[in-house]
T-cell receptor, first 116, second 112 residues
Framework: GAVVSQHPSWVICKSGTSVKIECRSL??????MFWYRQFPKQSLMLMAT?????????EQGVEKDKFLINHASLTLSTLTVTSAHPEDSSFYIC????????????FGPGTRLTVT | GQSLEQPSEVTAVEGAIVQINCTYQ??????LSWYQQHDGGAPTFLSY????GLEETGRFSSFLSRSDSYGYLLLQELQMKDSASYFC?????????????FGKGTTLSVSS
């Protein structure tokens, strides 16, 4: 149980284009989902917390207009990297918490974004 | 705010025991977690300590001392497959609720 999927698993895009990454909770409902970014050999950095039906809360230093997060249902959150640049190339990992459950976070397999 | 400190690298041989320490500073404390991450993979949950003491799960154990703001992950009978990055993490309370905040990670290299 508590499986989180991400799509796509990897994506290559040209500089200036936008990329959408989906995060789904497959066998549970998730009121709260989290988006992390990880650069090579570094830690996971929390980008934002999204609650279903409301605006995401972004961490300091994360541009909300660049990283658009939509959490329109209890099983789906999306992260759109707008006007991507090479420095946005990273490993993006989502995480979800079971609605009404404990504080445990379940992680998706990650999406590797390469911007050329 | 919060900060977590852990060693950047640890090396060991198969069959050995390794301890990865983590010290933390948080405005509020909601437990210390440990995650394992292999290259290119997602982090996988290893253990969670909310109270002082030792939690044992097979070859892995985790310890917490809240008075010292300190914890450690103990890996016994090391195997090559244990080569990975290990992260300690705490929950941070922000305006959105609580989210896991990760330390910088410790790269464990196990050799034969």
């Amino acid at each position: 149980g508590a499986v989180v999927s991400q799509h796509p698993s990897w994506v290559i895009c040209k500089s200036g284009t936008s990329v959408k990454i989906e995060c789904r909770s497959l066998d549970f409902q998730a009121t709260t989902m989290f988006w992390y970014r990880q650069f090579p050999k570094q830690s996971l950095m929390l980008m934002a917390t999204s609650n279903e039906g409301s605006k995401a809360t972004y961490e300091q230093g994360v541009e909300k207009d660049k990283f658009l997060i939509n959490h329109a249902s209890l099983t789906l959150s999306t992260l759109t990297v707008t006007s991507a640049h090479p420095e946005d190339s990273s490993f993006y990992i989502c995480s979800a918490r079971v609605t009404g459950g404990s504080y445990e976070q379940y992680f998706g397999p990650g999406t590797r974004l390469t911007v050329t | 705010g919060q900060s977590l400190e852990q060693p950047s690298e640890v090396t060991a041989v198969e069959g050995a025991i390794v301890q990865i320490n983590c010290t933390y500073q948080t405005s509020g404390f909601y437990g210390l977690s440990w995650y394992q991450q292999h290259d290119g993979g997602a982090p996988t949950f290893l253990s969670y300590n909310a109270l002082d003491g030792l939690e044992e799960t097979g070859r892995f154990s985790s310890f917490l001392s809240r008075s010292d703001s300190y914890g450690y992950l103990l890996l016994q009978e090391l195997q090559m497959k244990d080569s990975a990055s290990y992260f300690c993490a705490v929950r941070d309370l922000n305006q959105a609720g609580t989210a896991l905040i990760f330390g910088k990670g410790t790269t464990l290299s196990v050799s034969s």
